[in-house]
Nanobody, 124 residues
């Protein structure tokens, strides 16, 4: 399975971006998907995740109400809609996929596959 993330770019504070993550080489419909981010000098942190059924979504407190994770199964694509972006949201964003069940989807450890990352820059 390969994950290709895209959609990053430069945006002003208060603006919006939509990140996409396309899975190839396997189906993403039975996998849980997550987005993580890493800012310079900081550790990778959880942003949002979606259970394999799509019924459950998790968000970091810092992005609740601003970011939305969604999936199009027929396109093997997961999205992260980011609204009202803040300078603190600037980071490289990574998508990840796991077929593990019953594990904490807000942690990086359960995820087996990772995309290459897409850079989000937010100017103040």
């Amino acid at each position: 399975v390969q994950l290709q993330a895209s959609g990053g770019g430069l945006v002003q504070a208060g603006g919006a971006l939509r990140l996409s993550c396309v899975a190839s080489g396997g189906t993403s419909s039975t996998y849980a998907m997550g987005w993580f981010r890493q800012a310079p000098g900081k550790e990778r942190e959880f942003v949002a995740s979606l259970s394999w059924s799509g019924a459950t979504k998790y968000y970091a407190d810092s992005v609740k109400g601003r970011f939305t994770i969604s999936r199009e199964k027929d396109k093997n694509t997961v999205y992260l809609q980011m609204n009202n972006l803040e300078p603190e949201d600037a980071a490289v964003y990574y998508c990840a996929m796991t077929n593990a069940y019953g594990l904490d989807l807000t942690q990086a450890a359960p995820y087996r596959y990772w995309g290459q990352g897409t850079l989000v820059t937010v100017s103040s």
